[in-house]
């Protein structure tokens, strides 16, 4: 069955570095996501992604973040400068269809630690 | 007022009771109502969805949207210890590649 996957598992890196979480949607998918889900917090949307360009974005979503489709099968998220407060899981959706039931489907995760 | 508001548990119940897990919501906008499961340090997993208002059931799950309550509610019945998962009610709109907001979702454990 196919399945979104993401690299790495876990990121650990420090405070101002820059971090690029990598996804691979499933392959006939055309809408792409990034959620993230602080420890024992709720799961929040940042950004969907559709013919190479944001759909729509999150206040969470700032100049610090930034999206790509780098070729036919990978989809970044990219957080310029760390901040501690961007410790969380990062989750990569995807979804085929629009106008009806938008279901997507999400990897497992990324656990971003920002020391 | 949040837009849609969990109760985070934990309920423990024993194997084989019927679970309620409810959610309330403020948006009238929302079209897609949806139950995810997630399991420890895993991606939540769609169980059901539910366009607009009524019920739909899929064996041991039913769910349950009441636009005019703004509730949504998940039943399990027969209950299994694998069932032990936090559950997430989950809402969209209708438009193209529509953002999912979550609940804070409930942890739920059933005891063999």
């Known amino acids: 069955e196919p399945e979104v996957t993401q690299t790495p598992s876990h990121q650990v890196t420090q405070m101002g570095q820059e971090v690029i979480l990598r996804c691979v949607p499933i392959s006939n998918h055309l809408y792409f996501y990034w959620y993230r889900q602080i420890l024992g917090q709720k799961v929040e949307f940042l950004v969907s992604?559709?013919?190479?360009?944001?759909?729509?974005k999150s206040e969470i979503f700032d100049d610090q973040f930034s999206v790509e489709r780098p070729d036919g099968s990978n989809f970044t998220l990219k957080i310029r400068s760390t901040k501690l407060e961007d410790s969380a899981m990062y989750f990569c959706?995807?979804?085929?269809?629009?106008?009806?039931?938008?279901?997507?489907?999400f990897g497992p995760g990324t656990r971003l630690t920002v020391l | 007022q949040k837009e849609v508001e969990q109760d985070p548990g934990p309920l423990s119940v024993p194997e084989g009771a019927i679970v309620s897990l409810n959610c309330t919501y403020s948006n009238s906008a929302f079209q897609y109502f949806m139950w995810y499961r997630q399991y420890s340090r895993k991606g939540p997993e769609l169980l059901m969805y539910t366009y607009s208002s009524g019920n739909k059931e899929d064996g041991r799950f039913t769910a349950q949207v009441d636009k005019s309550s703004k509730y949504i509610s998940l039943f399990i019945r027969d209950s299994q210890p694998s069932d032990s998962a936090t559950y997430l009610c989950a809402m969209s709109g209708r438009s193209s590649a529509s953002k999912i907001i979550f609940g804070s979702g409930t942890r739920l454990s059933i005891r063999p």
């Open positions: 959706a995807s979804s085929h269809l629009a106008g009806v039931l938008n279901e997507q489907f």
């Open positions: 992604f559709y013919n190479n360009e944001i759909s729509e």
